[in-house]
RNA sequence: GACCCUGUCGUCUAGUCAGGCCUAGGACUCCGGGUUUUCAUCCCGGCAACACGGGUUCGAAUCCCGUCGGGGUCGCCA
């Protein structure tokens, strides 16, 4: 089998099928942090299992030692489970084909090392120029043929360096095997059906075909997706603002949104459909629908699909990890836990990140809050009258009999109609006396959960507080 | 420099492999209108693309060639 065709296929076949021989994995190296290119390249590798019914296997490639730090794995297994994505064999898991850890399985590397010098497949070295011995495969000199289940037959020729010395290191001078020796081994000995991984290494994928032969191993199927480029259509490299996924994590998205945005770049459900539980994503996710050009990332897009996750979440839920947010910033300190769970439900429906919450709650929980200039010009610059409407508006409240949104309600239009004004000329400047804000929750729900002590008092200062100097 | 991948609205994409069903569909953004006491949401409407040039054909976004653009690889990094 060459290439996949996804259209004209008959129906039945567009169900999934179960190929529970498919073993996939993802390989990261532990930098320190988890690439969104890489997150998506899991994904796929995991999508790809679960909706044939295979294996996703996690390795971590430490064969540079120096970079091991257990922290910095930590980050990688910490995002693959915020994304929900776990994996069947690997860290913290186990597993037949083990262990999971290149920088343990270097026996391995070895006798792999001393069968291709035994078969005459590659040789000793010395270099003079450099000094010490490394060990170097005897390189193919004709064209190799990669075949590609995205990209389809690629034919890759020796291009001018490499015609010069095609052979290339597979074991340096300090006596560490290089990656190309240690992915491909290992995709061997792991039983690997699919090489799922970026485009960028479809260039090198011929030298991993000339490994695979060499060992007189079956080679795996593969499929080079394309790569995630920065909105402006650059490459994402590490140090760019968006690259790592804990900027997502730290930010307050909710990892479905996060997974659903991830699964379309470079993927199509087709269907006009965009948003897709993680199941139904399995169910219709296959690599004929993969697509060959690179995706730039579109945040505006990422905050939509954000957004509608978040008005879909369950209250509990969205309580829980607003009130984790909450509680790191300090505001809710000292505060009633029912007064705060009010808040939350008051503004639920407002928030579209985590990380906006200081900005729609701060008032509920201090007293000391201001409000834009601007905001105070288009409230009372032409209409000074207002500020004594707030003031019998404060007397009608102290009077009220019960603290009641309703009750709030009825007596704020009743003072309008008796002043012989718009409710509007009445609630507007009321919302920003007593939260400082030209928007939010419905006033009289928001009056309600704020108190009749924090309105009344509110109500009493907003003049000095609101003053224009 | 050489080699490889790739090119549909600003962006993500459907359509391309089996040429006519495409006056090119959906979504995000943006603009206009409506709903809402405000803001956000939501609803309705609108702007906007087949990179360019040749061919093949009755007919091309779809097939072929070239050009240009974007990305990748060529490490004793992974």
Not at 350 to 355: D, E, G, S
């Amino acid at each position: 089998m060459v290439i996949l065709s996804c259209a004209g296929r008959p129906a039945a076949d567009r169900l999934p099928r179960l190929m529970p021989d498919v073993r996939v994995r993802f390989a990261p190296s532990p930098t320190g942090f988890l690439h969104i290119g890489g997150a998506r390249t899991a994904l796929f590798n995991f999508l790809y299992a679960r909706h044939t019914g295979g294996t996703f296997v996690l390795r971590i490639e430490d064969t540079d030692e120096t970079r091991h730090v257990e922290e910095a794995v930590q980050v990688i297994l910490d995002g693959l489970r915020w994304l929900g994505l776990d994996w069947d064999e690997g860290p913290e898991k186990g597993g037949a084909h083990g262990p999971y850890f290149q920088s343990q399985r270097k026996d391995i590397y070895r006798r792999y090392v001393q069968r291709l010098i035994e078969s005459g497949a590659a040789y000793e070295f010395e270099d003079k120029e450099k000094g010490g011995t490394v060990v170097k495969f005897r390189m193919t000199r004709e064209p190799i043929t990669v075949p590609d289940l995205i990209c389809g037959n690629v034919t890759r020729p020796l291009n001018d360096t490499e015609m010069a010395d095609p052979d290339f290191v597979i074991v340096r001078r300090d006596g560490v095997p290089v990656f190309h020796l240690v992915n491909v081994v290992d995709d061997i000995e792991m039983k690997i059906t699919h090489v799922i991984r970026g485009e960028d290494h479809l260039s090198n994928t011929p030298k991993h075909i000339a490994l695979y032969r060499a060992l007189g191993a079956e080679m795996p199927k593969f499929a080079h997706i394309p790569l995630i480029l920065n909105s402006d259509g650059s490459k994402m490299s590490k140090s760019d603002k968006g690259a790592a996924l804990h900027e997502y994590m730290n930010a307050g998205y909710v990892p479905e949104a996060v997974r659903n945005f991830l699964s379309l770049l470079g993927w199509s459900p087709k269907g006009d459909v965009e948003i897709l539980s993680l199941a139904e994503t399995v169910e219709r996710f296959d690599l004929a629908q993969v697509q060959r050009h690179n995706a730039r990332f579109d945040h505006d897009k990422l905050h939509w699909m954000q957004g509608q996750y978040m008005l879909k979440m369950a209250p509990d839920r969205f309580n829980a990890m607003a009130r984790s947010f909450l509680a790191k910033t300090g505001l809710t300190a000292g505060q009633p836990d029912d007064y705060v769970l009010r808040v939350l439900g008051l503004v639920k429906e407002k928030v579209k990140l985590f990380t906006e919450l200081p900005e729609w709650t701060t008032y509920f929980f201090r007293d000391d809050f201001t409000a834009d200039r601007e905001v105070i010009v288009k409230t009372f610059g032409s209409a000074p009258q207002s500020w004594e409407l707030l003031e019998k508006l404060r007397s009608r409240y102290a009077d009220l009999g019960e603290w009641t949104h309703p009750a709030l309600d009825a007596a704020l239009r009743a003072l309008a109609q008796e002043s012989g004004v718009k409710a509007a000329a009445l609630i507007h400047p009321c919302r920003v006396a007593v939260s400082g804000k030209a928007g939010g929750p419905s006033l009289f729900h928001l009056l309600e959960v704020l108190g009749r002590d924090r309105v009344l008092n509110r109500l009493a200062t907003a003049r000095e507080r609101l003053k224009l100097d």
